[in-house]
């Protein structure tokens, strides 16, 4: 069985946890985790992350760590969600890149900003639940 990585960003910036909100034609908007597949030329799960905040955020972070690792099974290929908190250093959307950028079908990405408390990432709605319970239990202590 084939086995797919793929990185996601729990981001701090100042007070606050940062997401991303997508918007698809025809959909209603919804919040993620920043990042996406592992790929080839990656040095790595944390180079990766870091090509990942740059595209969707054009943003730069510091030091990564991973809080969360998850493991979905299925018939073909087992995805392995590695979850990284990462403090953002600066942000210009005008850095921002890649192939999502260059579709119009994939939708518009765009940072939202949440306190660290269980109520405010609970309106998220952010998939899967085991990375919002983790959140509501631990995130308000991320911040210094």
């Given at each position: 069985m084939r086995v797919r990585h793929n990185?996601?960003?729990v981001l701090l910036?100042?007070?606050r946890l940062v997401f991303l909100r997508r918007r698809w034609p025809g959909c209603s908007p919804y919040c993620?985790?920043?990042g996406g597949g592992v790929e080839p030329y990656d040095?790595?799960?944390?180079?990766?992350?870091?090509?990942?905040?740059?595209?969707?955020?054009g943003a730069t972070?510091?030091?990564?760590?991973?809080f969360l690792t998850l493991t979905e099974p299925d018939d073909k290929v087992t995805v392995v969600r590695h979850y990284f908190r990462a403090e953002v250093l600066d942000m210009d959307p005008a850095?921002?890149?890649?192939p999502e950028l260059d579709d119009a079908d994939t939708g518009d990405f765009s940072p939202v900003r949440v306190a660290p408390d269980a109520s405010a990432v609970a309106a998220?709605?952010?998939?899967p639940p085991e990375l919002v319970r983790y959140?509501?239990?631990?995130?308000?202590t991320w911040i210094a």
């Open positions: 990185v996601r960003a910036e100042g007070d993620t985790t920043v040095a790595g799960l944390e180079a990766a992350l870091r090509r990942e905040v740059m595209e969707e955020l972070i510091g030091p990564a760590t991973e850095r921002r890149g890649g998220l709605e952010l998939q959140l509501c239990e631990h995130a308000r």
